[in-house]
């Protein structure tokens, strides 16, 4: 496994996010992971999210689900949502995104949450699931970019970040 994605750049402050669904060191739950692909039991909801203490100066929120252990050279990024307007601080399970909210296409090619999906017998992956802090109220991304535009685009913009990191692994067969 690699080390934290977040290790390569720039240290900011946290805040704090929470989830029933995804647990801090825990296996996400099957409505979260992906039917899409195949998993029994998935049904690809985005997880319910709830933050607070983002610092003073949050004018907008990003969240990003990302796999680093995904057998790619660039990990597998499964949900991207930016320009989520700083009043907003909870996300519910299947969330649908608040006006001028922007859900960029993730590695399977669509604007949605798509599950956790490990390919079966690769061991467990780690699902980075982030709620991102803004400077700015709309970080100027295109809908068509993609989720690596938006983490390049927003670096300079972050103000804080919150983590939950989930896991996932398909036994092999």
Do not use: C
Not at 47 to 53: H, K, V
Request: aromatic share 8%; glycine share 10%.
């Amino acid at each position: 496994m690699t080390n934290n994605p977040f290790d390569r750049l720039p240290q900011v402050p946290s805040f704090e996010v929470k989830s029933a669904a995804a647990v801090d060191g825990q296996a996400l739950p099957p409505a979260q992971m992906s039917g899409a692909f195949g998993v029994p039991g998935g049904q690809d909801l985005s997880p319910d999210l709830t933050w607070s203490g983002a610092p003073e100066g949050t004018k907008s929120y990003a969240v990003t689900v990302y796999d680093p252990d995904a057998p790619t050279m660039s990990g597998f990024w499964h949900w991207a949502v930016a320009n989520i307007p700083a009043s907003v601080t909870s996300l519910a399970e299947g969330a649908r995104m608040p006006e001028g909210a922007v859900q960029f296409r993730n590695d399977a090619g669509l604007p949605q949450y798509i599950g956790a999906a490990p390919p079966a017998g690769h061991g467990a992956h780690r699902y980075f699931i982030t709620v991102h802090a803004l400077d700015v109220e709309d970080i100027g991304v295109p809908a068509e970019g993609s989720p690596a535009y938006l983490g390049f685009t927003m670096a300079g913009h972050i103000l804080a970040r919150a983590t939950v990191v989930a896991t996932a692994e398909t036994p092999a067969a």
